[in-house]
């Protein structure tokens, strides 16, 4: 039989199917990357209907959702679509257009006489280790009547024309029960001829079971994502192909990374989002009839790798930071990176620059779209928000219907259509939480308007001040006004009676730029005397606290318990410190709970509340480390003191060989970031 697994839905509402199941479908047709991992996505090359009789024409169409870039592309689609349509209905296994069993047909009494179909490409992820491979495409054929997706594989001959590939055909079926029960499943005719090859075709039992578990648990999970798709102002396509070339040709920055920072994370970040750039950069040159590649200046560029990117594929442009990195030396003259402050004003504005660029640009995320507005009629943004900052400040929320992300990003976007441009939003393909961008690259207003949304910007940025002192206009000057009475009027207001016009520099007197030299205020700087006497009280209120919690131990000669202590909340924990203690944590960003999160070896704090932590509760990590990450580990082993053996009336919970601390000095190990730094000197 060609059935590879069913699972049974329960529509508990009553309003999810089956409607939920055609969502949950074309995520597999148009996204199959967020299933299987092998593949970068799919290019949507057409979307349209098809006869289901052997005369007529298909009358395809492209449709306005899901495909991304490449629908905007295809009158050629379109007719794509009807060619191959009547190429290969003929070849099917049943003849005559028909299905093979145990397929459900098409069609039947009383059900319409057209189907949908769209055609997609499959792109790997991967760069291919051989010769590259001719592209996967597939003819997904759509039968709302029967709750029928079926996917015919196609493979093109020497002479150009398109043929199923009879042995991977398959098909994700629907099925209502009764009352509130539904079944999905997935059906291949021939299990025994499938081909596998390990990208865009799993094994059947990966179908079986992955996918068809992804389907029915998004059949009727209605929860509508916040944020746009994927990469849904670009070509997939060319994505993909870009970035394997840049990744390629970056790799080896992940071996030379002289910072602290994680250069899996921050190298292969950076690739992405200069993939995206170069993609985005190269449409508009297309649409606007430009040869010459677009200019860039990179605001709080930080490492400056997006800018080496940038520089060395051929656009002009510089990156700012208030800090200079070790890693900028490494880039050579050719990449152009400047250490300087940038304060909102007329004299950080960019007349003759393209694009203005915020990638976790922090507290300049904001005043990016009102720079660019102000440079020039012609300058475009990107910017791509992180920490959460207003014009003078940390956000404060607003809406608690919201999440604090989806909160922020809607404020960016609103200063962006304030400063006239027609914001877009769009998902990057980072290793980030925060991948959110907007985009700013045309205006909704004619270059004779200027002045006016010139004041319009002035206007909402003093009304965003709801609490503030000072207000400020960056042409008339800044002036004392007491707004604590009042709640923000966001553009509609009108600028005060008595300000008089007067050069100005800065936009706002209570913007505080980040500092040059960052202070380490994570408890890292506290002396060791005093964050170990913390420790140590702690622990000990943990440990006396009733009722206590014993646990039988697991090595020893005697069967003897091992105290676990028992659990407080932070706050239970503050009352019991003294004052002078509290007051020197509250100098520290996250006071109390940075201290014992930094003492991973003895605290586990899980939902504000503070444990003693056993280790033989400790489940090695499922996920393959990097190879750094495996380096350091490695190199850590067996060099500090292990705080149990030393100070837990009971001892360490672990024999001596399973503990990654030493038990004694006996057993301590140089470190190896010591070894180094004598071998430098």
Known sequence: MGLLGTAAVRDGGGSALPQGFWAAVFVWLEKPQVVNRRLCGAAIEAKGTVPLGEDGEACPRLAGSGGGREERAAP?????????????????????????????????????SELRAVLRTLLPRGRPTGPPALPTRELAVRDVYNGTMTFLPLEENSEGKYMIKKCNIYQIQLEHIKDEEWSVAIVAPFPEDWFSDGIAYPKLAWLGNELLSKLAKWSVEQKPSEFKSTLSLISVAKYSKVYQDLKEKYKDMVKVWPEVTDPEKFVYEDVAIATYLLILWEEERKEKGLTKKQSFVDLGCGNGLLVHILNNEGHSGRGIDVRRRKIWDMYGPETHLEESTIMPGDSHLFPDTDWLIGNHSDELTPWIPVMAARSSYSCCYFVLPCCFFDFHGKYSRRQSKKT???????????????????????????????????????????????????????????????????????????????????????????????????????????????????????????????????????????????PQQACSSMHGENSRTWNQGESL?????????????????????????????????????????????????????????????????????????????????????????????????????????????????
């Not at 190429?87 to 028909?98: D, Y």
């Open 76 to 112: 050629a689609g379109a007719a794509e679509l009807d060619r191959l349509w009547r190429e290969v209905r003929g070849q099917l296994p049943a003849g005559r257009g028909c299905l093979p069993p145990p397929l459900k047909p098409w069609g039947g009494p009383g059900g319409p």
């Open 404 to 546: 604090q992300y989806r909160e922020y990003l809607d404020f960016v976007a609103q200063v962006g259509s304030v400063c006239g441009f027609c914001v877009e939003e769009d998902c990057l393909r980072i290793p980030s939480t925060k991948r959110v961008s907007l985009i700013g690259r045309k205006r909704t207003y004619p270059p004779t308007e200027c002045a006016l949304i010139d004041k319009q910007i002035t206007r909402y940025i003093n009304n965003r001040q709801t609490c503030a002192v000072v207000t400020c206009d960056r042409r008339v000057g800044f002036h004392q006004k007491d707004h604590s009475d009042s709640v923000c009027r966001e553009v509609g207001s009108e600028l005060p009676e008595n300000e008089t016009e007067t050069a100005g520099t800065i936009w706002m007197p209570g913007f505080h730029p980040r500092e040059k030299v960052e202070q380490i205020r994570n408890c890292a700087s506290l002396p060791q005397d005093f964050v170990d006497d913390v420790v140590l009280k702690v622990a000990n209120l943990l440990l006396n606290a009733a």
């Open 569 to 681: 909340s932070l706050k239970e924990v503050a009352e019991h410190l003294n004052q002078e203690t509290l007051k020197r944590l509250k100098s520290e960003y996250g006071g109390l709970q940075t201290l014992l999160k930094n003492n991973h070896q003895v605290f586990e704090v899980l939902n504000g509340r503070v444990h003693i932590r056993d280790w033989r509760k400790e489940k090695p990590s499922r996920k393959a480390k990097p190879e750094v990450k495996r380096r350091l580990s490695a190199e850590a082993f067996k060099t500090r003191l292990c705080w149990f053996f030393i100070h837990h009336p009971d001892g360490c919970s672990l024999p001596s060989e399973s503990c990654p601390y030493a038990h004694g000095t006996e057993e301590l190990r140089q470190s190896q970031s010591i070894k180094k730094k004598k071998h430098i000197q």
